[in-house]
């Protein structure tokens, strides 16, 4: 992308955390930033341009969501009675978001390249194992069950370590063909982030760049990026 007379639009996003519940997160465009990578030289129309954007907030929403959910706090679970292991190998998810595997079958297949959905879904920890798989009652109702090993000695998530808050996340879109972006996301790191969501200058920032491509009409991310 030309230095001269190209600009890249920077998104703000905004995530209120709702105690394991879904997160609410809102795109903000700001003003138009001159970009100094001459490593970007593609120029999309501003068709293209703005729908690249449009696309990239959702889909990195969606990112966020997805990497929460499996990753850092997980859905709630209905303990077993007198702290039992479940029978079945899994706890019962009580969620006002996700009802059934298909709503986040849902959330997963529109967010991700075909073959990083499937990951995800079901092997996203590389053991083979789904941390979600559906359940049905004795009423034949279908939920949700979390794998009894994504569940700690204390009943809480198996989370992974994390030290960065997508609060405050700062997104840049990259063009880099009419079909492909990179999407390049800045962190704030947990202890520069306070609850009221602003965030001050200490500790470093981290940046990761997340990828999409346009198939089929279709906008998705090449991988799950954190």
Not at 18 to 39: F, G, K, N, R
Request: glycine share 6%; aromatic share 8%; proline share 3%.
């Amino acid at each position: 992308m030309s230095k001269k007379n190209t600009a890249a639009t920077i998104a703000t996003i905004i995530v209120a955390v709702l105690a394991i519940a879904t997160s609410l997160l809102l795109l903000y465009l700001t003003s138009q930033q001159q970009i100094q990578d001459t490593s970007y030289t593609f120029v999309p129309s501003a068709e293209v341009e703005e729908e690249m954007n449009i696309n990239a907030g959702n889909l990195i929403k969606n990112n966020c969501e997805v990497f929460r959910i499996y990753l850092q706090y997980g859905l709630s679970h209905q303990e077993e009675p007198y702290g039992n292991l479940p029978e079945d190998g899994y706890y019962t998810v009580i969620s006002d978001t996700y009802k059934t595997m298909e709503d986040i079958e849902k959330l997963v297949n529109e967010t991700f390249i075909e073959k990083e959905a499937k990951r995800i879904l079901t092997n996203i920890n590389g053991d083979d194992i789904a941390v979600y798989a559906e359940e049905t009652d004795d009423d034949g109702n279908k939920g949700i069950g979390l794998d009894m090993n994504m569940v700690d000695e204390n009943g809480r998530f198996k989370a992974i370590e994390y030290d960065y808050s997508w609060a405050n996340a700062k997104l840049t879109p990259y063009p880099k063909s009419n079909t492909e972006c990179d999407i390049v996301i800045e962190l704030n790191p947990l202890d520069s982030t306070s609850a009221d969501g602003s965030s001050s200058s200490e500790g470093e920032t981290k940046q990761i760049t997340a990828n999409m491509v346009k198939a089929n009409g279709q906008w998705r991310l090449q991988k799950l990026t954190y």
